[in-house]
């Protein structure tokens, strides 16, 4: 058995939590399936109208393909165009590191949408905060 976990980063530009909270984070939810644990949201000092969420998922199966390509799967029903490392691992039979980073390709000022995603998917299991704990919300 192959257990490993998801990390995964993704940028919305928006400055309102309110919104973020009511209209973006349900959709992206829908797109990853189901939390494991909470949202860790996360205002950008550099930059106030963009914000970090980070969440992760454990995954377990029989081979590598069994925790892959469901994150592929989920990264898929957020974009396209995603640039991908690691995926030899498929071949091998040995889980490594899989890296994933996805960037859009609209100009930064327009509508409240994702900016930027990444998602690693490593070997082990993770062991944070568990969803009933709910959203932790950081500001600078």
Not at 21 to 27: A, D, I, R, V
Not at 69 to 88: C, F, K, N, S, T
Not at 90 to 113: C, D, F, K, Y
């Given at each position: 058995m192959?257990?490993?976990?998801?990390?995964?980063?993704?940028?919305?530009?928006?400055r309102?939590r309110r919104?973020?909270?009511?209209?973006?984070l349900?959709?992206?939810?829908?797109a990853?399936e189901r939390l494991?644990?909470?949202?860790?949201i996360f205002?950008?000092?550099?930059?106030?109208?963009?914000i970090?969420?980070?969440?992760?998922q454990?995954?377990?199966?029989?081979?590598?393909?069994?925790?892959i390509l469901?994150?592929?799967?989920?990264?898929y029903?957020?974009?396209?165009?995603?640039?991908i490392?690691?995926l030899?691992?498929?071949a091998t039979?040995?889980?490594n590191?899989?890296?994933?980073?996805?960037n859009?390709?609209?100009?930064?000022?327009g509508p409240?949408?994702?900016?930027s995603?990444?998602?690693?998917?490593?070997?082990?299991?993770?062991?944070?905060?568990g969803?009933?704990?709910?959203?932790?919300?950081?500001?600078?």
């Amino acid at each position: 058995m192959i257990h490993a976990y998801v990390w995964w980063s993704l940028y919305v530009r928006t400055r309102d939590r309110r919104k973020l909270k009511e209209t973006h984070l349900p959709s992206i939810e829908a797109a990853l399936e189901r939390l494991d644990f909470r949202w860790e949201i996360f205002t950008e000092e550099e930059n106030p109208g963009l914000i970090r969420l980070v969440t992760y998922q454990n995954e377990s199966g029989e081979s590598p393909s069994d925790v892959i390509l469901p994150a592929l799967r989920r990264a898929y029903r957020l974009a396209d165009g995603w640039r991908i490392d690691g995926l030899q691992t498929l071949a091998t039979g040995q889980l490594n590191e899989v890296r994933a980073v996805w960037n859009s390709p609209m100009p930064v000022g327009g509508p409240p949408a994702l900016e930027s995603i990444a998602f690693e998917v490593r070997p082990g299991r993770f062991g944070g905060c568990g969803i009933e704990d709910g959203i932790a919300d950081h500001d600078p």
